[in-house]
């Protein structure tokens, strides 16, 4: 039911892309990162709170249609869902089911609840396409409990040094999990939003 091609992966059936890589008449999104949702596609469908993001990102005038998790729609007899990928807000997996035979394409996502997406959702499927950025084992993240724990203490230690502390975080997923679990209690914190160009 889901093949790849130049473009993408691309279910026939119902004539669309998920993540294309190139222009398509139709696209669904799994999430608003630049590497997933990129310009110049004729519809795209995504999650309502990944819809705003893209406007902003790739302008107010697309065209684009918001989906709710478990929301189905239906193109051309093939059932298509978005459900939890607990990679940043508004993300999704992707779900396509026709006769019978169901399909998940992950997208980025991740099983740790960093109390601002949506938990992940374990769907179940006959095929399973997984995106796998990190998953070779010679990558070892810290527990993010302890990556807030070391920012906080570095923080406070600056603090009673009356110092500044700066922190640096990609806008769009990562400055949201930093907010998210600094301590208040230590001090103000200040947003500055840059644009990099290259
Ligand atoms: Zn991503």
């Known amino acids: 039911m889901v093949t790849f091609d130049n473009c993408g992966i691309y279910c026939a059936q119902a004539d669309i892309y998920i993540d294309p890589w190139k222009p398509v008449k139709k696209a669904i999104i799994t999430h608003a990162h630049s590497d997933h949702a990129r ?8 999650h309502e709170h990944a819809i705003p993001v893209m406007k902003y990102r790739l302008g107010a005038d697309i065209q684009c249609q918001a989906l709710k998790y478990q929301e189905e729609i239906a193109i051309n007899g093939v059932k298509i869902s978005l459900h939890p990928a607990g990679h940043i807000w508004g993300s999704a997996q992707v779900r396509l089911e026709y006769k019978g035979e169901i399909w998940v394409v992950s997208g ?52 009673d040094q009356g110092k500044n502390s700066v922190i640096c975080a990609y806008a769009l997923g990562k400055a949201q999990r930093v907010l998210k679990h600094l301590d208040t209690s230590i001090g103000n914190i200040y947003i500055r939003m840059v644009r990099l160009t290259m």
Do not use: M
Request: charged letters at 20%; aromatic letters at 18%.
């Open 39 to 46: 310009f110049g596609n004729g519809f795209y469908i995504a």
């Open 108 to 159: 980025d996502y991740k099983l740790q609840q960093d109390g601002i997406s949506a938990p992940f959702e374990p769907v179940r499927c006959h095929s399973f396409i997984t995106e796998s950025t990190f998953g070779l084992p010679i990558y070892k993240f810290p527990k993010p409990q302890d990556v807030h724990d070391d920012i906080n203490t570095w923080w406070r230690k600056n603090q």
